[in-house]
């Protein structure tokens, strides 16, 4: 997997791989709580990589947005979600209720348009 075209995904399989590694060459000697152990160390380093490739794809974003010439972004993010819990109680009888309702929409398309040519700075030349 190219590491350019697919950053996150790389990361994770890297992550995935030193697992099965560290378990194949542990064989029958380790027990079930030390895999578990090591276990919660790799998901603990694969949720750091997962955050660490989000923020490089963001600054790959932004430098791509610095470079085009025309941009078009288009992002909507709902999250959102309700709960409610009823109580009543009469004489004769207790009635109690519980709800809850949950709604996301994630969106992202962003799109570029040509390049405007980076210009690097020319060292300026000393006099001898």
């Known amino acids: 997997m190219n590491p350019l075209l697919n950053p996150t995904g790389y990361l994770i399989g890297l992550g995935v791989k030193k697992i099965v590694e560290s378990i194949s060459e542990s064989g029958q000697s380790t027990t079930i709580d030390e895999l578990e152990e090591m276990n919660r160390r790799a998901q603990i380093k694969a949720n750091a990589l997962l955050a660490q490739a989000k923020v490089e794809q963001e600054l790959?974003?932004?430098?791509?947005i610095d470079s085009a010439e025309e941009v078009e972004i288009e992002e909507f993010y709902d999250t959102?979600?309700?709960?409610?819990?009823?109580f009543s109680g009469e004489a004769?009888?207790?009635?109690?209720?519980?709800?809850?309702?949950?709604?996301?929409?994630?969106?992202?398309?962003?799109?570029?348009?040509?390049?405007?040519?980076?210009e690097q700075p020319q060292p300026e030349a000393e006099d001898v």
């Open 60 to 64: 790959a974003i932004s430098r791509r």
């Open 92 to 118: 004769e009888k207790v009635t109690l209720g519980l709800g809850g309702e949950g709604r996301r929409v994630t969106k992202r398309i962003i799109k570029f348009k040509g390049c405007t040519p980076i």
């Open 80 to 86: 959102s979600g309700k709960g409610n819990l009823g």
